[in-house]
């Protein structure tokens, strides 16, 4: 078979302590998973703390490594949001339905892996959206607007449940969360995410962020971590 022109590159991360790069299908991630933020952007207190989850994604080639990134076009208002990403490995087309509709109880059986990611919105270009009832996909999937530091396996890590996750601006901390915070849990999300979509080896899911995101300007420097996981750092450019 051949093609018109030759295909892209195929995304992948680099993996922690080995030369093996882990190919990305396709990228997920979910809206307000953490209570403080999720009335920071304006959503009311469900009675069980625990507001039902949405997905949104972003192109697969969005992902990109820390240093260097760009500051995006059509935006005077981006903003950061530091994020624990889950990496799906091959255990994942042989659970539920060949990936759909995966049990909870089964769900981290899918992970590969865990990073360190940023979440990089046009918050302007979003807000004029949600006012007109328009899709916010310019908000969240434009060219590099996922970088993401080395996949670390769970078989070196395990499932991370707790802990710090934190974003700093040359310096300065403007989130600082638990994981524990999270309303939905990685299984919970896997499997929830599930019913939507045949979820399947190579996905990304980026999985919330707490309280704190603010706008960050050209220049700036954005380190974050999550504990047990790793450290990122990129600089707008």
């Known amino acids: 078979m051949s093609y018109v022109f030759p ?24 809206g307000r998973n953490y209570a403080d933020h999720a009335r920071e952007m304006g959503a009311h207190d469900q009675a069980d703390g625990r507001e039902p989850p949405f997905f949104f994604s972003k192109p697969a080639d969005a992902v990109v490594p820390g240093g260097d990134v760009p500051y995006p076009p059509a935006t005077a208002n981006l903003q950061h949001e530091v994020e624990l990403v889950v990496a799906l490995g091959p255990e994942t087309a042989a659970l539920g339905d060949g990936g759909a509709d995966i049990p909870v109880a089964e769900a981290l059986r899918c992970v590969y892996g865990y990073a360190v990611g940023f979440d990089l919105t046009r918050r302007d270009v979003q807000a004029r959206a949600k006012e007109k009832g328009h899709p916010w996909d310019m908000g969240k999937g434009f060219d590099a607007s996922a970088p993401t530091g080395p996949l ?48 399947a080896p190579g996905d990304l899911i980026f999985t919330g962020t707490p309280a704190g995101v603010s706008t960050v300007a050209r220049g700036d420097v954005l380190e974050g971590g999550v504990a047990g996981v790793g450290e990122l750092r990129i600089r707008l450019v």
């Not at 991370?160 to 299984?187: C, F, H, Y």
């Open 7 to 30: 295909p892209a590159p195929q995304a992948s991360l680099a993996v922690a302590d080995s030369a093996d790069r882990f190919p990305i299908r396709r990228v997920y991630c979910v």
């Open 152 to 199: 670390h396996p769970a078989s070196a890590i395990g499932h991370p449940q707790r802990g710090a996750i934190w974003l700093k601006v040359n310096g300065e901390t403007r989130q600082n969360g638990d994981l524990a915070d999270m309303s939905w849990r990685v299984a919970e999300v896997i499997a929830k995410l599930s019913t939507f979509v045949r979820l």
